[in-house]
């Protein structure tokens, strides 16, 4: 019988997204999930309910809620997350950078 040899999750993860539609998705849903823990963080360290970051976000409390798993079914506007950083007392700025260096 043979032994197979173990694998890391980091080497599979490599070898996969080396497909270019993959990586597109794996990029996608790791933003909104840094999304969701941003918004989700500064909430818990604002001492925020959900409902109190709704009610002063002028947004109700399942889109908090939604937000906060980065539910992709129903992705937040830039509006309704500028809005919820307003209300936690933070300003959004948006900030990009190439993916890789192109040779000179």
Excluded: C, W
Aim: hydrophobic fraction near 45%.
């Amino acid at each position: 019988m043979k032994k197979s040899k173990a694998v890391s999750l980091a080497t599979v993860l490599e070898r996969q997204l080396k497909d270019k539609e993959l990586k597109i998705l794996f990029d996608e849903r790791r933003f909104y999930l840094q999304v969701a823990h941003l918004v989700a963080d500064l909430r818990a360290r604002a001492g925020m309910s959900q409902v109190a970051l709704a009610k002063a976000a002028g947004v109700s409390q399942p889109l908090i809620a939604r937000l906060e798993v980065g539910d992709k079914k129903r992705t937040p506007s830039f509006d309704m997350v500028f809005k919820v950083l307003k209300a936690l007392g933070y300003k959004m700025e948006i900030n990009v950078t190439p993916e890789t260096k192109r040779a000179a």
